[in-house]
C-alpha cells in the first residue's frame, strides 16, 4: 500500500523565485489536503481538493500561491515570487471518502533564501 | 480563540514506562473528531490513534490510547511501556464535523516534544 508522496523532500531558492511542488495521494483518495506548517508550530490548513476541484481555499493562501489538481489525482502547490516568509514545511495529506484519517506525504521543506 | 491547545512542551520519560501527553480542545459543534500525530525529525506526519466524539470507549491502538473526557473537553494521548524511537514531536489535533465550508479540515495545536530517555 503506496503512501502518500511528495516532491521535492527539500528546495532552496532565493527570494522573488517561483517553486512548484508535487503531492501524489494514496490510490483512491479523493480529498486532498495542503498544509503549511513553520518552526515551533503545528500545521495549519492551506486548501482542500475534493477530485479536481478545488472547494476551500485557507486566507493564508495569498494571491502568490495556486493550487491544482488536473485530473483528481496528483496536485500541484506553486508559490509565486517567493518571500523569506514562505520559509517553511509544506505538507500534503489524502483522505478516502467515509474514512475519518487523513494520511500525511513526508512534507517538502521550502527554504527562501 | 485557540481550537487546540497543548501546554506541554516538552516531555521526558524514561524508557519502558508510560507517559501523558495533554490536549484540551474548544468547539461547539456536537460531532468532531480527535486525532493525534506522531512527528519525528524526518518531518513526516504518523498517524496514531483517532476517537469520535461519539465514541464511549477510549480508542486503543497498541501501545496507545487517548484518554477522552468529554465534559472536559480533554484527549490526552497515553503512551505505555516507552521505546526510544517514541522521541519525537507529538500533535493532538481536532476535525469539525458540521464545517461549512465542507473542507473538514484539521486543526493542530503547537505540539509535544517527547523525549525518551534510555
Known amino acids: 500500500d503506496t503512501g502518500v508522496s511528495q516532491d521535492p523532500r527539500h528546495k532552496i531558492t532565493k527570494r522573488g523565485q517561483n517553486v512548484t511542488f508535487r503531492c501524489d495521494p494514496i490510490?483512491?483518495?479523493?480529498?486532498l489536503y495542503w498544509y503549511r506548517q513553520t518552526l515551533g508550530q503545528g500545521p495549519e490548513f492551506l486548501t482542500y481538493?475534493?477530485?479536481?476541484?478545488?472547494?476551500?481555499k485557507s486566507r493564508l493562501l495569498s494571491d502568490r500561491f495556486s493550487a491544482e489538481r488536473p485530473k483528481g489525482s496528483f496536485s500541484t502547490l506553486e508559490i509565486q515570487r517567493t518571500e523569506q516568509g514562505d520559509s517553511a514545511m509544506y505538507l500534503c495529506?489524502?483522505?478516502?471518502?467515509?474514512?475519518?484519517?487523513?494520511?500525511f506525504g513526508p512534507g517538502t521543506r521550502l527554504l527562501v533564501l | 480563540a485557540q481550537k487546540i491547545t497543548q501546554t506541554q512542551p516538552g516531555m521526558f520519560v524514561q524508557e519502558k514506562e508510560a507517559v501523558t501527553l495533554d490536549c484540551t480542545y474548544d468547539t461547539s459543534d456536537q460531532s468532531y473528531g480527535l486525532f493525534w500525530y506522531k512527528q519525528p525529525s524526518s518531518g513526516e506526519m504518523i498517524f496514531l490513534i483517532y476517537?469520535?466524539?461519539?465514541?464511549?470507549q477510549n480508542a486503543t491502538e497498541g501501545r496507545y490510547s487517548l484518554n477522552f473526557q468529554k465534559a472536559r473537553k480533554s484527549a490526552n494521548l497515553v503512551i505505555s511501556a516507552s521505546q526510544l524511537g517514541d522521541s519525537a514531536m507529538y500533535f493532538c489535533?481536532?476535525?469539525?464535523?458540521?464545517?461549512?465550508?465542507?473542507?473538514?479540515?484539521?486543526?493542530f495545536g503547537t505540539g509535544t516534544r517527547l523525549t525518551v530517555i534510555p
Open positions: 490510490s483512491e483518495h479523493n480529498r
Open positions: 495529506a489524502s483522505r478516502a471518502a467515509r474514512q475519518e484519517t487523513q494520511y
Open positions: 476517537q469520535g466524539s461519539y465514541d464511549e
Open positions: 489535533a481536532m476535525r469539525e464535523d458540521f464545517d461549512q465550508t465542507g473542507a473538514n479540515n484539521l486543526f
Open positions: 481538493f475534493q477530485n479536481e476541484a478545488q472547494l476551500e
